[in-house]
């Protein structure tokens, strides 16, 4: 009794299956996929078919699936069993015929290109590219030398967030992934980003240095395994867009720093900053630009050779 009654149930769970299947149609002329972005259902089938020039399919996974370049008229197809994010190009035009085959049921694909801008004193806006097949987005900060937890969430085909409530002219490191009830995607890459500072004029002190005609704030706090602390500002008259930093001694100066008046279009109309560190200990440099507030902040982990940073990006808040 229990065999001829399940093989019904079997019967039509196939029919179902099958029933469902769909053919979506690209047409490839004109060096394009169009349309571009086709969301499918696992089993579904895809038919490429060219009707003008010489071109081909090749997923960028080099295995998925592929044709031979081949003059038009040619029709190719292939059917998608698994869930997944399947990109593909044309090989005899990489760079201008692109598409993807999105097979729903999998975790989603990974938001891309990650930005973080400060918009106040206590706010940091993210941004960036949609995922594909996500219900949700997670999205963590860390402050410098943390570790990451979660600080917000955006729903599906969001593609912004602001995180608010963080502290004035402080950096803070973000990295967001798609989720939904199948898994997450990886993370974006880790993005730094620093809210505003208050707009104050700079005064110089032991720990900050007033560069560039003074409009410029510099300070450097630093960690190493058993000691942390401001470091000690040595500002010197006879080079005031430059100052230098030391952390344990007078005698033993750690780190060089300049802020550049490069405000003309063939530079790029910024203000830059460099620096050299010549340390391997946690560092944290925090330029303010003291009539706007922006603040852009550099961070070297502990136990890191400190890179030198030539940021000619820093600030576009000419003259
Ligand atoms: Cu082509």
Redesign the pocket.
Known sequence: MRKAFLLPILACLFLATAAHAATVRVTVHN?EFSPAVVNIQPGDTVIWSNIG???NVASDDGTTFSNEPTIAPWSFSHTFNTPGSFPYH?E??PSL?QGVVNVAGGPPSAPTNLQAQAISTTAIRLTWGNANGETSYRIEMKTLGGTFQQVATADADETSADVTGLAPGTGYIFRVRAENSAGNSAFTSEVLAATDAPIAACVPDSTTLCVNNGRFQVRTHWRSTTQSGDATAVALDFAPDSGLFYFFSSTNIEMLVKVLNACVPALGNKYWVFYAATTNVELTVTVIDSLTGKTRVYFNPLNTAALPVQDTNAFSTCP
């Open positions: 060096f020039g010489t071109h044309c005899v035009h015929m």
